[in-house]
C-alpha cells in the first residue's frame, strides 16, 4: 500500500499551486491593464488627432491637404519621448537622466492641450473636456511605461562614480547583512545517497534561519543562496513564509 501523503508535503503542494494561481492571476492583470491602457491612448489620439487637424484648417496654418500632419507632429513627441525613457530606464539609467525626453513630453502635451483648447467653443465647460484627449494619453502612456519597468528586467550598463561610490557604501556595511551560505546542489540527506535538495527545502532552511535570528531576509540574498532567480526566490519566500514554522 502506499503510504499517505504527509502534511508537510500537503502542505508545498498546496503553497505550489497557490503560488502558480498568484502568477496567472498577475499575468491575466497585466494583459487586461495593457489592452485597457491602449484602447484609452488610442481614444485620446484619435480626438485629438481630429481637433488639432481641424485647427490647423480653420486658421489656415497648414495646408488642407497637409492638415494631417499637424496632430503628429504635436502628439507624437509624446509617444516617442515616453519610449526613449522606457529604454533609458531598462539600460539602467536613474530617472532624472531622460531629461531631455521628460521635456519633450511636458512641451507636447502642454501644446496639445493648448490647440485643443482653441479650437474648443468658448465656454469653459468645453474648453475643459477639450483639454482632456491630451492629458488622457499622457497618462495613459505613462500607466503602460510603468506597467513595463516593473515588469521587464534592467540590462547592465557601464558603472558611473556615483555607482562606485554606491558600491563602496555598500560594502562598507556589508558586515552588517546576514551572511548566507552559498549554494549547494549537491546535498543529500541521510546517508548521503538520497536525492539532491531542491530550491524550496534551501529556502525552509534559510526561512528557518530568518525566523531564529531575527534578521529579515531579502529575495536577492535567497536567490544568491539556494542558486535560483530572483523572481522565483521572491515567490518561494512569501510561499515558505505562510507555511507553519517547523517544531
Known amino acids: 500500500m502506499t503510504a499517505p501523503p504527509t502534511a ?17 492571476i498577475r499575468v491575466a492583470l497585466v494583459a487586461a491593464l495593457t489592452a485597457l491602457v491602449l484602447a484609452i491612448a488610442a481614444l485620446a489620439y484619435v480626438v485629438s488627432f481630429e481637433a488639432i487637424r481641424a485647427f490647423a484648417i ?27 525613457i522606457l529604454w533609458r530606464y531598462l539600460r539602467g539609467d536613474a530617472w532624472r537622466d531622460p531629461w531631455y525626453a521628460w521635456t519633450l513630453v511636458g512641451c507636447a502635451t502642454a501644446v496639445s492641450v493648448a490647440l485643443n483648447v482653441a479650437h474648443a467653443p468658448e465656454r469653459l465647460s468645453a474648453q ?8 488622457a494619453l499622457l497618462g495613459a502612456l505613462e500607466l503602460l511605461m510603468s ?37 549547494d546542489h549537491h546535498s ?19 526561512v528557518a534561519r530568518e525566523r531564529a535570528t531575527g534578521t529579515r531576509l531579502h529575495a536577492r540574498d535567497v536567490a544568491a543562496a539556494a542558486g535560483i532567480s530572483e523572481r522565483r526566490a ?8 505562510g507555511e507553519a514554522p517547523t517544531p
Open 128 to 135: 475643459l473636456f477639450a483639454a482632456l484627449p491630451p492629458v
Open 188 to 206: 543529500t540527506g541521510g546517508n548521503g545517497s538520497g536525492p539532491p535538495r531542491d530550491s524550496r527545502t534551501r529556502v525552509r532552511e534559510l
Open 58 to 84: 480653420e486658421t489656415a496654418a497648414f495646408p488642407p491637404e497637409l492638415a494631417w500632419s499637424a496632430p503628429l507632429l504635436v502628439d507624437s513627441f509624446t509617444t516617442a519621448a515616453s519610449l526613449v
Open 147 to 183: 506597467v513595463a519597468r516593473t515588469g521587464l528586467p534592467h540590462t547592465n550598463r557601464t558603472p558611473t562614480a556615483e555607482d562606485r561610490s554606491s558600491d563602496r557604501e555598500e560594502s562598507a556595511t556589508a558586515v552588517a547583512r546576514p551572511q548566507l551560505p552559498a549554494p
Open 234 to 241: 521572491y515567490e518561494l519566500l512569501r510561499a515558505v513564509r
Open 8 to 24: 508537510p508535503a500537503a502542505a508545498a503542494s498546496h503553497s505550489d499551486r497557490a503560488v502558480r494561481l498568484l502568477a496567472a
